[in-house]
């Protein structure tokens, strides 16, 4: 074993050690270790990151260690670093401990210099070969350690083919890459000051450096934050004698799957290129060839491929993405890593290795995310359609949008009030265009990250967004973009997928998937492991008959106020203008018979499963017109007799902040009738639906209390309804009384609350707005993103829980609550239901269920699997 | 000693046993202990009563107890209950272990029957006597056990009189009197249904009930809950021998106080009554006299009485209110008590006697109420005015007020416009009337008690109120109200004292009282015994120094919001209006020369004090005309230009809570500007004053932080926005960073967030607001009086610190902000800062400082010296 500090040699490491040795060190370790070909090299580790970050300087000795592993490799190698006969180059590539693709930075053919050219021409016989090897070095080195804008060398480069009459990089001669090597030389003394280092141990010691310092690049941050990967990791840097697939005619070099990661299919899937190097395959300049054309190109090769990918599959238990190198028909291994997936292809592929028995159903359960399930019930492009995309951004918001393209929140407002689907184009936005986020059907921007404005907003909205779409070169003038090279116009159709990032000209035939076996085979794997029960927020019949589809237990959250609008709007302001005791009673008995066939809708779904109705919370003015409208009618002399009853009911209804006023219980404190109506409603239509034969399970939820005092009260109006209407019907329905815990001191006082509550159900919206000081409205669209981008807070509290105040606030209250009362049922109603992070916690702290919308409930059986599975946290299983 | 459960002979019985034998019971049996003249009795204990309130019936075997001590007491007294000869009567008195005067019942001379009328004649020689005793047992007893409406004794009575041709009760004769007996016995069976108990073991055990009933009457509670006395303590009952004041000639009643209770002077006071029982004294029917008078006409009875009291004073180191009876010539002693009195003489008392040897001065400090300190400090009715008041009702917010009165809300808003001064008259108010209680200098209602809406909101305005005035009669067809007699039209003036709760045609010259030397010298001992520094919100020079005056030790709250209103305003909008950054820096330069200025004026006056800025809180749409009137200018096509600017302005800021949108630091983080301004006008005028040879101690306090990281962010601003302008300056003043806990978030991480602090202080206002989920302004008119007449509520916890919600969250952060930061400075900033119950709240959680409004000052010192002396709770010093 080596006694080094900050460097292990592959020979030394093993997969195990990710946090030590990054994701791609410890897996190039493990290859080696298994006996795969893959390049000698080293590793220097996260902890001497960790040191560079804290000092801003490499540590202490560390270049005295790479010296010592350097000179391994070179015996290894048979070369020497610097050699001008036969140079040893080196591939120096970042690799942290969880995958961040191409957020980092990576140095090839490190330890060329002038005097070696000839030589490495020599000993690879291809001239061309050595020049374009130094003219990459030189573009790299200039870009990532030196600081060059990189344009320049693109720039400079394009004219040199063009000037060359050919039509890419591969029409180019070695004179023409000597040309190249001149004129990047120039361009990196020119923009830093200083000539390229000759020096190849002072070229590795920079790109060590900038490798470290690349950890802490804006679009690395930005991705941690996305992916909630801490920031205090770091990264390794991996140093590997460098082959070349573009080296001579056996040559090559190609990524491949094990399995298809599209479809999830069990063949192995790949690109490769004749003669080049690995970033040619990715940066998709070369139309790249499959695996097949390899079988037949390089049958040995081929061969060897294939065995090694069985091996590693077999080792990994997973499908390995891989980036291997043909040098003279001698495959090497250069990475391999579980490899990424499309959502579907997740379930296929964790469905199907149970089958093979290459693994367990708790890992299958554990292999797909929450999250790709979500993307499976959004629409989506059909996989059937036929589209060339003319750019990808990043996937903000899931969910695939058309649309006519509008550069201006006003346009988009006026054109969608006008009926038309418009799709908002910016290159961000602001507070400001929030009318036009709301009228758009999906929202596109050439700027900003996951966190940006558009990002956190539209996920807020459920719209489907593209943000961060770099290319696009908006020209509010012209009322136009263009993006390479095709320019799209105001009113021109265009698509987004916000699940794939795919921006594509004219209208993509889309679907809603369907659940189908795979996904279904998954989730009830979970529902054996998971010991939270998911119940849905639904007020409807239809929503409630969704939500059971998709595996919903019961109803944690039915909004009673939904049922006061629409046609029953007219009847619920004639109870609010009443001017006598009876317009009143006639008003609330309309409203008893309309309330009572809506809740006989829902129980007919829910045979056998509980409905936790929560009574009437919003302020009354919500069912009035706009006081401000009102107000300009009256200022036109354009009020009826009616708008004036209206006008005077808006003002005496009016508050400076509804959210904080008279609402939830406060409101049946002040008016009992509503809510005795309700009640009766509630419990007329559980004997109704008894006598069908079916099986009423209701539980009555009151709102918003602050203290045990309410509910005490209210409990026994409860009661006394009950009773009385019960006895009415001749009929006896079971059901509990319980109360949301959505205020602070609800919370805080939650042992004597639970004296007199049969359930709490956690309002975490509210919470989060009450321990906050947030209202969600008016801070989501301006603050929060702020705040995320300015990493005030590592995530948006709507819709992750706040573990630090709100998860403390719910874990006390549950505690007192359950000490008070061990039988008292807890769960969560707020939007957080549905929210993988939220059941993690809900999990924890011991709640009965979590809550949430319809389309959520299959994410949360395999979220709350996950929390039993001890499985959650930040990117376990990336 | 007895052997009894439930009832004491006061012969047994002594001055601590307040709570089983209630205050009045204690007191009688410890006069008897001390050998002072107290008629034989017993008590029936609070333990019986709440027996009682429990099972509604009288404890098993209670009356078997009555009848054994009874019997004592006929022994003793010589004669026999039921007596026809010489009957033996009893007086039936509540006794609770708190004082609450007037509010339970009492049943006089029971005992008396048909029968025993001609025996009582000739025993006492006085056959009006008889006939009156037994009318006034046949009174009490009807109403107040049987439940007969009193008013129809009353009315009965009147008749009497008139037919009688006299003036008043006191000119009837023995043959009226017999008359009455018959009408009221008739009365009584009408009513009930049942006739007038001739068995006084019957009537006794039936007053013993009555008395327990009393303990929940509608008064009772409500005195109760003001004055934080708990429910469930219950009543005792004294049963005593009659003495009278009304037979023969050498016979009399009264009440007296040890010293002068209005003035405080150590003279005694006293009214009384020749041949007159105690209610006629208290009914004020007739004219009493002085205790001169009372020296005059019995020299022999006066000169014991004057001894009692020198020995009661003494025994109880403090003025005493009793109650006596001479009864041929002979003093009894009917109840003593610590009696109350006004502030100035509560004040003077206390003073004097440290003065006299009699206490000392933690034990004066004790004597007196902080609220009583604030009384003198709130316009009074001057003691040289000359007034008749038409009516007392209940003082429900101290201060003194006149005005022409007025019956409806809009009369009183549109005559305050037009610049009168009025004076709102209501049954009771309700919210509609929230805009004429704004606009009115004192509100007068006849019905609703200390927690009725017109208590509550009037306490929030701090506009002088009196409530419950039940003589007066509102008509309100006539504009008109009549009380006793006089008839006030709407457009007469009247005052009121909130104080007194005196109600008085014309204009009262009222004086806004100087704290003089007994006030100084009280609170010079507070000073001593307290812990807690007392510091001022105070955002002018003028308002600091009056503070400083009133002994604040420093600023613990300057608003900086105020000093961007007035002729500021253009300023400001200018700068929220700024097309450029040009515009904006300007405006912003100009409003940094001011508030430098505003900022100098202060830290003048606390010289060496340390002085608490808090930056900019508010909402900016604050700073813009309200939204709905600029869209009725809109409506109307009345906009200027620069209302346009403005109604856009108003528009894109508008939020639907502003109350939990973008304010406090969220404004700061967003624009950082105003902060950086701010701090630089705030240390220039530090290093200013430091220039002038005075010490300026500046702290720099962030509003409405929920995370450690907003604080971190800001406070990095500050201190570099400090290095530069002190740079500038070439000065060097130090100065701390704090902020405000006002979030519950904040509450709830208060470890991480003291990392960065060097002081706490709790915003209670908004951290009540947040952990209610309560706006303050829209709930106080609403809901708030709802709750504490339902008795969901206790206190209004925007007066007074909600123990269990805000106080828990309080004192969790403390402590993990002080585990984190032991040197952290905590301190209360919000209204309740001085509250004498919140300040002992303070005390026990160990704050360093509370803050209030200047006129509070005198009454922190004074609650902080309580909470140090370990005295603070209801009634503790009454």
């Not at 300049?285 to 077999?314: C, G």
């Not at 409208?629 to 006008?647: C, F, N």
């Not at 004997?687 to 005092?709: C, R």
Request: net charge negative.
């Amino acid at each position: 074993m080596s006694t080094s500090r900050y460097v292990v040699p592959f020979a030394e490491g093993n997969r195990d050690q990710r946090a030590l040795l990054g994701g791609k060190g410890a897996n190039l370790a493990e290859m080696t270790r298994i006996g795969l070909p893959v390049p000698e090299g080293f590793i220097v580790t996260t902890d001497a990151c960790r040191v560079y970050l804290e000092k801003e300087d490499l540590p202490d000795g560390l270049m005295d260690e790479v010296r010592e592993h350097l000179d391994e490799l070179e015996k290894a190698a048979g070369k020497s670093l610097g050699d001008a006969n036969d140079p040893l180059l080196l591939s120096v590539r970042s690799g942290a401990p969880f995958s961040m693709p191409g957020m980092m930075d990576t140095v090839l053919n490190l330890g060329l210099h002038d005097g070696a050219i000839p030589g490495l021409a020599k000993v690879s016989g291809d001239e061309r070969f050595a020049w374009d090897a130094y003219r990459r070095l030189l573009q790299l080195y200039g870009k990532i350690v030196m600081g060059v804008d990189g344009e320049r060398f693109d720039h400079r480069l394009e004219e040199i083919v063009e000037a060359s009459g050919g039509k890419d990089e591969g029409d180019l001669t070695a004179a023409d890459f000597k040309q190249a090597v001149t004129d990047f030389l120039t361009i990196i003394e020119e923009d830093t000051g200083k000539p390229f280092p000759q020096d190849p141990a002072e070229q590795l010691e920079g790109a060590i450096g900038a490798v470290f310092r690349s950890w802490n690049g804006r679009r690395a941050r930005d991705y941690r934050r996305m992916e909630g990967i801490p920031d205090d990791l770091g990264t390794a840097v991996n140093i590997q004698r460098m082959v070349f697939g573009n080296v001579g005619t056996e040559s090559g070099t190609g990524v491949a799957f094990t399995r298809d990661p599209a479809t999830g299919e069990n063949v192995p899937y790949g690109d490769w290129l004749e003669g080049a190097q690995g970033e040619d395959v990715v940066a998709g300049i070369r139309q790249t060839q499959t695996l097949e054309d390899l079988a037949e190109r390089f049958p040995q090769a081929y061969e060897q491929l294939r065995e090694t990918m069985d091996i590693l599959e077999a080792h990994e238990r997973d499908m390995c993405d891989i980036e291997f190198t043909i040098e003279h028909s001698k495959l090497y291994m250069l990475q391999t890593r579980v490899g990424k997936r499309s959502a579907t292809a997740a379930l296929r592929m964790a469905t199907e290795m149970v089958g093979e028995g290459l693994i367990d159903t708790d890992e299958a359960v554990r292999r797909v995310k929450p999250d790709q399930l979500e993307q499976l019930l959004h629409p989506q492009f059909s996989p059937d359609a036929d589209y060339q995309a003319l750019t990808t951004g990043l996937p903000a918001s899931p969910g695939a949008a058309t649309g006519t393209v509008v550069f201006t929140a006003d346009e988009a407002h006026e054109r969608a009030e006008a009926g038309e689907q418009v799709l908002l184009v910016r290159n961000e936005t602001s507070p400001d265009d929030l009318h036009g986020m709301i009228a758009a059907q999906g929202i596109l921007t050439a700027r900003g990250g996951l966190v940006s404005h558009a990002a956190v907003v539209a996920r807020g909205m459920g719209t489907p967004a593209v943000v961060g779409a770099s290319e696009l070169k908006i020209d509010m003038k012209a009322k136009s973009f263009t993006v390479n090279g095709t320019t799209v116009n105001e009113g021109d159709v265009i698509s987004i997928s916000g699940n794939s990032g795919e921006v594509v000209a004219g209208e993509v035939e889309v679907i809603t998937p369907k659940p189908e076996g795979p996904f279904n085979q998954l989730l009830e794997w979970a529902d054996g492991f998971r010991r939270l029960a998911i119940r849905t927020n639904a007020d409807t019949g239809p929503d409630t008959a969704k939500a059971v589809e998709l595996g919903a237990e019961g109803i944690g959250l039915c909004r009673t106020e939904h049922m006061f609008f629409g046609d029953r709007l007219p009847v619920v302001r004639r109870m609010l203008l009443a001017d006598s005791d009876e317009q009143r009673t006639s008003a609330l008995a309309e409203l008893l018979e309309v309330q009572r066939e809506d809740f006989v809708e829902i129980l007919r779904e829910l045979d056998g499963l509980p409905t936790t109705v929560r009574l009437l919370d919003p302020p009354l003015h919500e069912f009035l017109p706009d006081l401000t409208e009102l107000v300009a009618k009256e200022a036109r002399g354009e009020l009826t007799a009616e708008d004036e009853q209206l006008l005077a009911a808006a003002r005496s209804l009016e508050e400076e902040n509804p959210m904080l006023g008279t609402r939830g219980c406060r409101l049946g404190i002040i008016q009992p009738d509503i809510y005795r109506m309700q009640v009766r409603a509630l419990l007329e239509a559980a004997v109704k639906v008894e006598k069908e034969g079916l099986t009423p399970i209701v539980e009555i939820m009151i709102p918003l209390i602050v203290d045990a005092s309410e509910l005490e009260l209210i409990a026994g109006w409860i009661r006394e309804t009950a009773e009385e209407t019960l006895e009415r019907a001749g009929a006896n329905v079971a059901f509990l009384i319980g109360t949301m815990i959505e205020t602070p001191r609800a919370a805080l006082t939650s042992g004597p609350i639970a004296e007199s509550a049969e359930f709490f159900s956690y309002g975490t919206n509210d919470l989060t707005q009450m321990t906050y000081g947030f209202s969600r409205d008016d801070v989501e669209a301006t603050i929060m993103p702020t705040y995320l981008e300015k990493g005030l807070f590592e995530e948006n509290p709507f819709a992750t829980i706040d573990v630090d105040g709100v998860g403390r606030l719910m874990q006390l209250s549950a505690e007192e609550g359950r000490a008070t009362n061990p039988d008292l049922k807890l769960g969560i109603c707020g939007e957080h239901g549905g929210d993988p992070k939220t059941i993690a916690l809900a999990h924890q702290i011991g709640l009965s269920y979590v809550s949430c919308s319809p389309f959520r409930v299959p994410v949360a059986r395999l979220a709350a699997a996950h929390a039993a599975l001890g499985h959650a946290g930040p990117g376990s299983t990336s």
